[in-house]
């Protein structure tokens, strides 16, 4: 795992950060993690372009998925 530092963070900030891991009956230190964790989580747009990327890389499936699927289950 990884570490950072965040220098010059408003004081108000912090305590708002604070009081929130109170709140929750957690650490200070989770709180953030938490917080950072939700920050870096890709957007609706970028899941949606990759997806996209995804069905062009793949191309055009002819086939019904579900004979796809009974195939593969029949073939076990």
């Known amino acids: 795992m990884g570490q950072i530092i965040v220098r010059n963070l408003d004081d ?3 305590e708002r950060l604070r009081q929130k891991a109170k709140r ?3 650490s200070l230190e989770q709180t953030v993690r938490d917080a950072l964790t ?12 990759e997806a996209r ?12 998925s579900t004979v796809l699927i009974r195939r593969d289950r029949d073939s076990r």
Not at 53 to 64: C, L, P, Q, Y
């Open 12 to 14: 108000a900030v912090i």
């Open 38 to 49: 939700k920050a870096a989580r890709p957007s609706r747009a970028e899941i949606i372009e």
């Open 24 to 26: 929750e009956k957690t």
């Open 53 to 64: 990327r995804i069905r062009e890389r793949i191309g055009k499936v002819s086939e019904d």
